[in-house]
T-cell receptor, first 114, second 117 residues
Framework: AQKVTQAQTEISVVEKEDVTLDCVYE???????LFWYKQPPSGELVFLIR??????QNEISGRYSWNFQKSTSSFNFTITASQVVDSAVYFC???????????FGAGTRLTVKP | GAVVSQHPSRVICKSGTSVKIECRSL??????MFWYRQFPKQSLMLMAT?????????EQGVEKDKFLINHASLTLSTLTVTSAHPEDSSFYIC?????????????FGPGTRLTVL
């Protein structure tokens, strides 16, 4: 069965600091997809990234970057020069190719203080 | 991009009443939709998978007689919480699976916050 672990429950940083959110996953499938979502106080999930298991290339999008390492089953997310607007709960999720559903980690609540 | 809507966004009801939540894929057809529940400060938990024209598949521990799911068309799935009680108060989120055009990705609705008094 697939499983996603986000060990960091809450993180608090000061604006302009860099912060890394950890995500470790478990799956028996060789084909799977990893996701990161942002959930602001409004509750609506905001899609950030999707990565398939055959693409280990790291991704950078503005202040956001992702480090996918199959050797350690990790898909970590880094925010560079954090801003107050980055404050939210961030979820890592896993979807196996053979399954319909998506499994979410427990989430990490990020607070960026001015 | 693919858009999924939910209605209502918020609902408050009395204990014992039934509440219906709609999930619509606005610009694509979705043969599969999913319903998640999120309690305060917790993660999203999958409740059920809904396939158009067939019965929903419920996750272990989810009462199918309490959470009725209907997926009568390729763009609409409904979740009815029957005889709601305060412990059913939660944030309900649906998602719709896009077809090959969208690489079978899931697109999430904005959620419905249910409060049962």
């Amino acid at each position: 069965a697939q499983k996603v672990t986000q060990a960091q429950t809450e993180i608090s940083v000061v604006e302009k600091e860099d912060v890394t959110l950890d995500c470790v996953y478990e799956t028996r499938d060789t084909t799977y997809y990893l996701f990161w979502y942002k959930q602001p106080p409004s509750g609506e999930l905001v899609f950030l990234i999707r990565r398939n298991s055959f693409d280990e290339q790291n991704e950078i999008s503005g202040r956001y970057s992702w480090n996918f390492q199959k050797s350690t089953s990790s898909f970590n997310f880094t925010i560079t020069a954090s801003q107050v607007v980055d404050s939210a709960v961030y979820f890592c999720a896993l979807s196996e190719a053979g399954n319909n559903d998506m499994r979410f980690g427990a989430g990490t609540r990020l607070t960026v203080k001015p | 991009g693919a858009v999924v809507s939910q209605h209502p966004s918020r609902v408050i009801c009395k204990s014992g009443t039934s509440v219906k939540i709609e999930c619509r894929s606005l610009d694509f057809q979705a043969t599969t939709m999913f319903w998640y529940r999120q309690f305060p400060k917790q993660s999203l938990m999958l409740m059920a998978t809904s396939n158009e024209g067939s019965k929903a598949t419920y996750e272990q521990g989810v009462e199918k007689d309490k959470f009725l799911i209907n997926h009568a068309s390729l763009t609409l799935s409904t979740l009815t919480v029957t005889s709601a009680h305060p412990e059913d108060s939660s944030f309900y989120i649906c998602s719709a699976r896009g077809g090959t055009t969208y690489h079978n990705e899931q697109f999430f609705g904005p959620g419905t916050r249910l409060t049962v008094l």
